[in-house]
C-alpha cells in the first residue's frame, strides 16, 4: 500500500536534548512539507522541499531542521532551541507542488 | 486578521442532516481549494480539490466555491455519525508559493445517532 508513514507516534523529549521524527512516503511524490498542529491554530507550516537536496524554511521553522538526502524521506529535527515543542507534528507530500497534499497519521510530541 | 477563517464550531447535528461547513478567506490569489476531514490522533484526509469558482459533486460531498465573495463551502448531504470529525479548509495560491497550503482552524463536527 503506497502512503506516508510517521514514526514514532508519540515522543518525549527531555529539557536541552533534540529529538527526531521520521517521515517516509512511497508515493514517489517530489514534494514534501513538515506542519505542526495546534488546538485551535489549524496546520502551519515548518518546512518544505521541492526536491532532493533542497529545502526551504516555512512560517515557523526556528528551532527547527531537517534534511533531503533521499527522495522518500524527510526527517524532522526539533532542537533544544525550540522552547515550546508540544504539538502535533505532520509530514505530507505531494506529486508535485499546487498538487494536493497527503498526510501521514502523525508524531505527537511531549516534554518530560 | 487571518488569511483564512473558519468557524470552529463545535457543530451537533443529528443522523441524516445535510451539514453546512464555511470558510472565508482574505487573499484574493488563492485559487485552488481543498478539505480536509480529521479524525482524532489521524492525519487529514483529502476529500475535495477544487480549482477556482464552482461546484464539485463526490457522493454525498458538494464543494463550492465563490471567489468574487472570497467564500468557500462544503456540504454534506444524509451525515453519517462516520463523519464525525474536524474538517479543515486548505487554499493555496498556486504559481511561484511552491505549494504551500494556508488552512482554517478547523471545524469539529459531532452526527449523533
Known amino acids: 500500500d503506497g502512503g506516508i508513514t510517521q514514526s514514532p507516534k508519540y515522543l518525549f523529549r527531555k529539557e536541552g536534548q533534540n529529538v527526531t521524527l521520521s517521515c517516509e512516503q512511497n508515493?514517489?511524490?517530489?514534494?514534501m512539507y513538515w506542519y505542526r498542529q495546534d488546538p485551535g491554530q489549524g496546520l502551519r507550516l515548518i518546512y518544505y522541499?521541492?526536491?532532493?537536496?533542497?529545502?526551504q524554511k516555512g512560517d515557523i521553522a526556528e528551532g527547527y531542521s531537517v534534511s533531503r538526502e533521499k527522495k522518500e524521506s524527510f526527517p524532522l529535527t526539533v532542537t533544544s532551541a525550540q522552547k515550546n515543542p508540544t504539538a502535533f507534528y505532520l509530514c505530507?507530500?505531494?506529486?508535485?507542488?499546487?498538487?494536493?497534499?497527503?498526510f501521514g497519521d502523525g508524531t505527537r510530541l511531549s516534554i518530560l | 486578521q487571518k488569511e483564512v477563517e473558519q468557524d470552529p464550531g463545535p457543530l451537533s447535528v443529528p443522523e441524516g442532516a445535510i451539514v453546512s461547513l464555511n470558510c472565508t478567506y482574505s487573499?484574493?490569489?488563492?485559487?485552488?481549494f481543498m478539505w480536509y476531514r480529521q479524525y482524532s490522533r489521524k492525519g487529514p484526509e483529502l476529500l475535495m480539490y477544487?480549482?477556482?469558482?464552482g461546484n464539485k459533486e463526490d457522493g454525498r460531498f458538494t464543494a463550492q466555491v465563490d471567489k468574487s465573495s472570497k467564500y468557500i463551502s462544503l456540504f454534506i448531504r444524509d451525515s453519517q455519525p462516520s463523519d464525525s470529525a474536524t474538517y479543515l479548509c486548505?487554499?493555496?495560491?498556486?504559481?511561484?508559493?511552491?505549494?504551500?497550503?494556508?488552512f482554517g482552524q478547523g471545524t469539529i463536527l459531532t452526527v449523533h445517532p
Open positions: 508515493l514517489n511524490h517530489d514534494a
Open positions: 486548505a487554499m493555496s495560491a498556486g504559481g511561484t508559493s511552491y505549494g504551500k497550503l494556508t
Open positions: 522541499s521541492q526536491i532532493v537536496n533542497d529545502f
Open positions: 487573499n484574493s490569489a488563492f485559487q485552488y
Open positions: 477544487t480549482y477556482s469558482s
Open positions: 505530507a507530500s505531494s506529486i508535485l507542488v499546487n498538487q494536493p497534499q497527503h
